[in-house]
């Protein structure tokens, strides 16, 4: 069936790093790929998405790439806030289909 | 803006107690889902429908049931409330089967604890 694996957090950081959080995934088909953000106490927020091999989704300095050759969507962003802390979410969707498959999400801590 | 309403932000309900969640959204979406979410799990699928009065099982349905007279509203029912239940609840909706590309939408969840 369809999986998706973060890396295990949490992943702490000062601020202004560089922040990798690597998301892999098994899927039928052509799957559609997203990042979520959850801020404590709060639901999931959209923040990137692509749709085919080798998009690029960005969003408030967030990137991530559709690799199709090493199924993978990792989550990077050059220089991390405090208010980036959160938990991330990597998903899928695949082609064709209409349940969204989450990982695990990975809590990023970052420090003044 | 689009808007995935929960009726509670947080709910503290008794063992054996019949507990209801409600789910409201405004997007004309066909598809809405039903989720738990517990520290080092992740997201776990409850139910999901696809159409008005229609309901799939997710991963972890036992204990639960789910009800959609209305596109917009999709309740999640615990029919005898347990303390193995307590947990937060995350409704989302979507469009349509076949379209890939467009994200689920989520409310702001619902954390329940049943003592």
């Known amino acids: 069936g369809d999986s998706v694996t973060q890396m295990e957090g949490p992943v702490t950081l000062s601020e202004e790093a560089f922040l990798t959080i690597n998301c892999t995934y098994t899927?039928?088909?052509?799957?559609?790929l997203f990042w979520y953000v959850q801020y404590p106490g709060e639901g999931l927020q959209l923040l990137l998405k692509a749709t085919k091999a080798d998009d690029k989704g960005s969003n408030k300095g967030f990137e991530a790439t559709y690799r199709k050759e090493t199924t993978s969507f990792h989550l990077e962003k050059g220089s991390v806030q405090v208010s980036d802390s959160a938990v991330y979410f990597c998903?899928?969707?695949?082609?064709?289909?209409?349940?969204?498959?989450f990982g695990r999400g990975t809590s990023l801590i970052v420090h003044p | 803006d689009v808007k995935v309403t929960q009726s509670s932000r947080y709910l503290v309900k008794r063992t054996g107690e019949k507990v209801f969640l409600e789910c409201v959204q405004d997007m004309d979406h066909e598809n809405m889902f039903w989720y738990r979410q517990d520290p080092g799990l992740g997201l776990r699928l409850i139910y999901f429908s696809y159409d008005v009065k229609m309901k799939e099982k997710g991963d972890i349905p036992e204990g639960y049931s789910v009800s959609r007279e209305k596109k917009e509203r999709f309740s999640l029912i615990l029919e005898s409330a347990s303390t193995n239940q307590t947990s937060m609840y995350l409704c989302a909706s979507r469009e349509g089967r076949g379209r890939g590309s467009t994200e689920a939408f989520f409310g702001q969840g619902t954390r329940l604890t049943v003592v």
């Open positions: 998903a899928l969707i695949p082609g064709g289909s209409y349940i969204p498959t």
């Open positions: 899927a039928t088909g052509y799957p559609s």
